[in-house]
């Protein structure tokens, strides 16, 4: 009888040293790393838009909040397209709409060129208009609808924004929530709406201007900018506001 074979499977030849990793990171890692340089990008992005040049903004949008300086008054050329607002987007906006711009430019060179006016006003605007809002104590005493002499350089801007431009304007008195009691004023409503009438009187007299282009409104405490709730915000909604808007625009007042 032939010898029977050995069928057992040889065994493998032990390691005598643990075998060297592959090279290169794990396939996780490229995936986690990808990911971080996602969020990396887009925090990135958030950055820039909230550092973005809001001066530049408000003046292609006509709002904003507070007033930025300008370093000179563009001629009428410049208006279509005041500094940082691309010709492309100023050839968007309305004929409207660019004298309103312009306006805006003229009106914070007129405050900010007078150290007396311009940490007492303060100019925005918005789609139909622009708004001149300057702190009712730096042209009336408290409880008084008399025009302090100083008031007259105040009043003195808007006259030379309505003899040189094509704007009407709506001037509007606003008191804060302290109630007043007078024999002169019975209340708030009249307190807010002589002073407004004494300030377009004024604008009247210094400017000669045509009556029909003036409206003057007293809202009392009704259209408070902050609570009333400390003395500084009261003193902040205390104020006299010069909105021009051009003498077709509606629902201005």
Known sequence: MAKQLDETPPVPPRRTQEEAPEEGAPGWMTTFADMMSLLLCFFILLLSFSSMDVA????????????FGVQRTPSDSEFASPPGVSQELSENLSADQKDILGLVLVLRKLVHQDVDVKDLAVVSSDRNGALLRVQAGAMFDPGSAALKPEAVKIIDKAVTILK??????????????????????????????????ASARLV?????IDTNRIKAIGYADSRPLVPNSTEENRAFNRRVEFYFHKPNAEGVW
């Open 204 to 208: 009247i007299e210094r400017g000669a």
């Open 164 to 197: 040189e431009r094509n704007f009407s304007v709506v001037i509007r008195g606003h008191t804060d929530s302290h109630i007043v009691h007078s024999a002169q004023f019975p209340s708030n409503w009249e307190l807010s709406a002589a002073r407004a009438a």
């Open 56 to 67: 530049k903004y408000e003046k292609v949008l006509g709002s904003l909040k507070y007033a």
